[in-house]
């Protein structure tokens, strides 16, 4: 359940005369508070506002090189200056969320040559030619610890701060390596909430439909969870040039919730290829963070991770 204001430029309002609003400030305990105006106002209106298939904003209206764009739960509204045209990306249910329960498995054929592989893939450190090029993250200081699995390795800053390297996962079709991808995240705590930021992504080859979406599981170490109603979000990114980082712009993704005692973030990233209908995906979720007082969570440990920590594979 969310909360709003609207505003009105007309000084003379008056209800169901001139009851247009210039902009709207909506606020929702999961997403936060965030601006909504203009024509990416009116495209999110004429959809049904929170009640479309894009839900509540995650973001400000962002002022772009070629126009506007808005993030929400369920996708991007995006306004060309040029051709005057507004449209909106919507997620259907459950799509660019392949981390919910029960959480997708390794692909068994990753423990195969891939001149063995049939179909679809994705598998961590497996071959192909790795990216060159590290993802750009601001300067930390110095971790207090490390945890290493086989999607990659977690940092431990403080009782707040984690961040990931992934290893390079490489992707393809049958006895074929597409490409090789590679992603980092940087989860900070404040108070009830979590963020993620920055996201980066990284690809070998080029990749179209690029979608960054993420959730807020109630997850203890060791347990799968479930996810915490409204607190999912969406960036809908697009093309992507090969060995290209590219971020979820402009503030990564935020969560709040102080109902559950333990907390986990998850990061999913897919992307499409030409000439396959379906895409590819990996997520990977925080260390749990626990708070017996739900006010001020903190990181229970680098590797106290919930169940089903990492994936990736292939939808249709």
Not at 49 to 56: D, K, Q, R, T, V
Not at 152 to 179: I, M, R
Request: aromatic share 14%; charged share 10%; proline share 8%.
């Amino acid at each position: 359940m969310g909360r709003y204001n609207h505003f009105f430029k007309n000084a003379s309002y008056a209800p169901g005369v001139n009851a247009t609003a210039n902009g709207s400030i909506y606020f929702t305990p999961s997403s936060g508070t965030y601006e909504v105006h203009g024509p990416v106002r009116d495209k999110w209106a004429s959809l049904g506002y929170e009640a479309s298939c894009l839900g509540y904003p995650t973001s400000d209206v962002l002022i772009t090189s070629t126009g506007q764009e808005s993030n929400f739960n369920g996708g991007t509204v995006i306004y060309n200056n040029a051709s005057a045209q507004t449209v909106s990306n919507c997620n259907a249910p459950g799509t660019n969320q392949d981390y919910m329960p029960p959480g997708a498995t390794i692909n068994p054929q990753c423990n195969q040559p891939v001149s063995e592989r049939v179909g679809n893939w994705w598998c961590p450190t497996a071959g192909g030619s790795a990216p060159t090029q590290a993802h750009a993250t601001p300067a930390l200081t110095t971790p207090t610890g490390g945890f290493c699995n086989s999607s990659g390795c977690y940092h431990q800053y403080d009782d707040f701060k984690v961040d990931f390297e992934s290893s390079n996962g490489s992707w393809g079709y049958g006895p074929t390596t597409l490409g090789v991808e590679s992603h980092s995240i940087t989860w900070q705590l404040t108070g009830a909430e979590s963020r993620a930021q920055p996201v980066s992504y990284f690809n070998s080859v080029p990749t179209t439909d690029v979608i960054f979406s993420g959730d807020l599981f109630n997850a203890a170490p060791g347990v799968e969870g479930d996810p915490v109603g409204g607190a999912n979000g969406v960036n809908v990114v697009g093309n992507v040039d090969a060995f290209t980082p590219t971020r979820w712009n402009p503030n990564g993704f935020k969560s709040y919730d102080n109902t559950a005692y333990d907390h986990s973030q998850v990061i999913q990233i897919s992307w499409k290829y030409p000439g396959y209908d379906g895409y590819w995906y990996t997520y990977t979720k925080s260390p749990s963070s626990h708070d017996s007082a739900k006010t001020t969570y903190r990181f229970d440990g680098v590797d106290q991770l919930p169940s089903m920590p990492f994936g990736g594979g292939y939808r249709n």
